[in-house]
């Protein structure tokens, strides 16, 4: 497994990764995280045209999960309740994280990457994504606390990893 920019050719399979991402999580018990269509396409072309949009691809060439790597700020982050952010210095974060299948290590892979790539990163999950709450912790991010999301005010748990 390689993590590389995605490219138009990868549209598709990434819409597929992010569709087989909603279905688990509905099924892990977390419904209204992304709902039936989160992220939209244009996002996503948007992510893809902009460079920051990340495949993890595998033996074949195929996409076994993406994600969005920025830089900061993210408006949505200005406030955060309950806790703080470690520092007030420039950051990176990752956005959109999904993967094909759970369980083949593409997300530590993605991760890894990301730790590897960012600076004083940040990110944020539902309170129901269990699983990306695991994964973070195993990569040794810090919960910091709620912030809200600017398209429609639902809560995040917010982590960091300086």
């Known amino acids: 497994m390689h993590i ?4 138009p050719a ?4 990434v819409l597929a990764v992010y569709e087989s991402a909603r279905a688990f999580m509905r099924e892990a018990g977390n419904p ?9 396409r244009e996002l996503v072309e948007e992510d893809i045209a902009t460079g920051m949009l990340h495949a993890c691809v595998g033996e074949n060439d195929d996409v076994l999960g993406c994600f969005a790597f920025l830089p900061g700020p993210e408006p949505d982050y200005a406030r955060i309740y309950d806790g703080t952010w470690p520092n007030d210095e420039p950051y990176d974060l990752v956005h959109r994280f999904a ?5 083949q290590g593409v997300g530590g892979t993605m991760l890894d990457w ?3 790539h960012g600076r004083n990163l940040r990110t944020d999950t539902h309170r ?7 994964l973070l912790a195993s990569r040794g991010f810090s919960y910091c606390g709620i912030i809200k ?5 639902d809560d995040r748990l917010a982590y960091a990893h300086v």
């Open 99 to 103: 993967v094909l299948r759970q369980g």
């Open 10 to 13: 990868d549209l598709d399979s």
């Open 114 to 116: 990301v730790l590897e």
């Open 32 to 40: 209204n995280q992304w709902g039936d269509s989160f992220p939209p």
């Open 128 to 134: 129901d994504n269990k699983p990306m709450q695991g």
């Open 149 to 153: 999301l600017g398209r429609n005010g």
């Open 4 to 7: 590389c920019p995605a490219t």
